[in-house]
């Protein structure tokens, strides 16, 4: 019963912290403010947590079981000389981020100001970049697979975070066409052949 009431107190925490993040961005948020959005006192917060960058972590780690689970669904092509093996990558991402953009955010502000934060991440990230390094067995790149498939990831996250940040930067654009352009981008960026 213990064990059920935690992991719900946990649950709560993370919902919490998402729509605070979302109302007032990662840097921005309190650990009061999570807790009150939450409906918990703040002293349950350092029973799951240590610190926000630890919530923050355990969020990240909850968003890579879900792209892990994702890898497993049906229409996963790994051979990117296949144009529709880079296509199903980016609507899944562009689709993914969408859900998750106000986490996808405060990980990118986290990120910013936090180099311990930055490097723990990225060492969370590093088995998706061989996953997608993987997929680019047999194209001609230009350099290691590894820096294409950073290449790859960097331009994925960067399109989806102006486009779907919500800032007013970039013109409007709807879902089908911004994964049809970056698809095309891509999968031409890295030798795949002709759109």
């Known amino acids: 019963m213990r064990k059920q009431q935690a992991a719900q107190t946990e649950a709560e925490l993370k919902a919490a912290a998402i ?17 009150t959005e939450a409906g918990r006192a703040t002293g349950s917060f350092y029973k799951h947590f240590a610190s926000k960058e630890a919530l923050l ?4 780690a909850d968003l890579l079981a879900e792209g ?24 899944a991402y562009w689709h993914f981020h969408r859900r998750h953009r106000p986490l ?28 997608i390094a993987d997929h680019m067995r047999g194209l001609d790149l ?7 498939a950073s290449l ?4 994925l996250s960067g399109f989806a975070a102006t486009y779907l940040g919500g800032h007013g930067r970039a013109p409007e654009v709807s879902d089908d ?5 970056l698809t095309s981008f891509l999968h031409a960026g890295l030798g795949g052949g002709p759109s």
């Open 177 to 181: 066409e911004a994964i049809e352009t």
């Open 19 to 35: 729509r605070v993040f979302e109302r007032v961005g990662y840097l921005n948020a309190k650990i009061t403010d999570i807790t």
């Open 142 to 148: 230009p350099g290691d697979p590894l820096v294409a």
């Open 152 to 155: 790859f990831t960097t331009t």
């Open 104 to 131: 996808m955010v405060a990980l990118q502000q986290a990120a910013i100001v936090d180099e311990g934060f930055a490097r723990r991440s990225q060492e969370l990230l590093e088995p998706d970049l061989h996953h």
């Open 68 to 91: 892990d689970e994702s890898a497993e669904l049906e229409g996963h092509l790994d051979d990117f000389r296949d144009r529709a093996a880079v296509r199903w990558h980016v609507s």
């Open 57 to 60: 972590e355990a969020l990240l």
